[in-house]
């Protein structure tokens, strides 16, 4: 089947395809070709309110639902995307820009949360506690938080929807989401398949357009009781402060400034792959990108000739195209940002040491490895979001746990060695929601997803997923003696 199938435009509100009240779309452009490939509801806050109207009344009965019955469902979500890998993974390549293998990669990795959390629906068990006097029986009930808003973005629009609508649905919540603009029509095709799947009208809505004015609808409204946001710490900062007015729970994924540490111990040639697949996925575009590159003085040759000899067989590209393994940035905009911190790394001192060939076009950068990079370049202090890398030397442990804690940010790290004790004292040192040890691709459903410091709170996948998406209840039921 063609991509074409799934392409969408308008918004799907409680159940119906519909347009913005006042008709306004807007496009959706492949960063490869350039080409628009559909056009899109331009929505804002009054389809926003007619959404969470939806979500409130389909979450009754949808919560009601025993938990076997809400399993089937999800489990039926995801046979269909499996069944529909090849044109949904052709849709977000279009879309999106990322080479077609890692999409097909990530319609897989969507739909393993989705059948993760259909399994986990039928495990939300309460307690029984012993009460401290006879007389009374103490109980803790899980229930579903209420309406959630999912707010995601562009550089996985399958699998960071994926990962936030499974476990809602599966603790009994209704959703609505706001996709980025850039990506939206990833998330119709799931919304779509969803209610193939059996999802009732109203417990999934999926709407673009007016960002801001959609953000400010959903953190105001005394209906939503949850918001779930993946994003830049600068935008999570801001709807953390708007969601305060009306004090709802809150699971935020934010950026990242993961450092990369290889030790004079390690497996090298490991070490490159891992790196290889850390920086280069997605065209650095993830928030778990390798952005710090800390190589020990005894390996630092040896480890950035072979990295250069690896990143010089990467094909830049149209992610359509066989053997491209690094597509488009998102945009124009992305590749200025990118294009400024390479320019303030060498203007303070960073040397090139391998820029290779990009395909033409106006999103791509060519894959970059620097070294000789400090802590005063902004490639060491933000977040990249593209397929330069870093370098930089150091000397002792405790010089790289140093450096690597040196920030705000504290999603995932990486550290390559053979030495188990230093495995763990560094595993234990890092300020870090994640650690990769000798592994560059850490994330799946059934791990905990999330960091500390500024990149944010709550954790996706896991058996600790549906902990955000349930409140606690305690029930004190007395007169229980004779
Ligand atoms: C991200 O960039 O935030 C997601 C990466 C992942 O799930 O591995």
């Not at 999409?103 to 897989?108: K, M, S």
């Amino acid at each position: 089947m063609a991509y074409e199938h799934f392409l969408r435009g308008g918004a799907f509100i409680g159940g119906q395809w519909s347009q913005a009240e006042d008709r306004t779309e807007f496009p959706v452009v492949n960063p490869a070709t350039g080409e628009e490939i559909a056009r899109v509801a331009n929505c804002g806050r009054q389809e926003t309110a007619q959404a969470i109207g939806a979500a409130v009344r389909a979450q009754r009965e949808w919560s009601a639902l025993p938990a076997k019955k809400r399993a089937g469902v999800l489990r039926a979500w995801h046979d269909l995307l499996i069944a529909n890998q090849e044109p949904l993974a052709r849709l977000l390549t279009a879309e999106q820009g990322k080479p077609l293998a890692e999409a097909r990669g990530e319609i897989a990795y969507g739909a393993s949360y989705i059948e993760w959390f259909a399994e986990e629906a039928k495990r939300i068990n309460g307690d029984v506690i012993p009460a401290p006097s006879g007389d009374k029986r103490a109980i803790c009930l899980k229930q579903p938080v209420g309406v959630v808003a999912c707010i995601t973005p562009w550089n996985f629009p399958n699998a960071m929807l994926a990962r936030k609508i499974a476990p809602a649905l599966a603790a009994g919540c209704a959703v609505v989401c706001k996709p980025a603009n850039e990506t939206p029509l990833s998330a119709f095709a799931l919304a779509a398949l969803a209610e193939d799947a059996g999802v009732p009208a109203g417990v999934i809505s999926v709407l673009c357009g007016r960002t801001e004015e959609i953000g400010r609808e959903l953190t105001s409204s005394k209906s939503v009781r949850k918001l779930t946001f993946t994003g830049s710490t600068a935008v999570g900062k801001k709807l953390m402060s708007d969601c305060a007015g009306s004090v709802k729970r809150m699971s935020m994924e934010l950026g990242g400034n993961a450092p990369f540490i290889v030790f004079d111990d390690a497996d090298i040639d490991a070490a490159v792959t891992g790196l290889m697949a850390s920086k280069f996925r997605n065209a650095g575009q993830t928030c778990v990108c390798a952005n710090r590159i800390l190589v020990q003085d005894g390996v630092y040759d040896e480890f950035s000739s072979k990295l250069v000899r690896a990143v010089q067989n990467l094909k830049v590209g149209d992610g359509m195209e066989d053997g491209v393994g690094v597509g488009p940035l998102i945009s124009e905009k992305a590749v200025e940002k990118v294009s400024g911190l390479i320019e303030d790394a060498c203007e303070k001192g960073a040397k090139v040491l391998y820029a290779g060939a990009s395909a033409s076009g106006p999103c791509f950068v060519n894959p970059t490895v620097l070294e000789d990079v400090s802590a005063d370049m902004r490639v060491f202090t933000d977040e990249i979001f593209g397929p330069v890398a870093p370098l930089a030397r150091f000397a002792t442990e405790d010089e790289a746990i140093r450096i690597a804690n040196d920030t705000d940010y504290g999603l995932a790290s990486y550290v390559y060695t053979r030495d188990m004790a230093r495995i763990w004292r560094i595993g234990e040192s890092l300020e870090y929601g994640m650690v990769g040890v000798n592994e560059g691709i850490i994330s799946n459903e059934a791990a905990p997803f999330g960091g500390v410091k500024e990149s944010g709170f709550g954790r996706e996948g896991s058996k600790y997923g549906l902990d955000d998406y349930l409140e606690l209840k305690y029930m004190c039921i007395g007169g229980i003696d004779k």
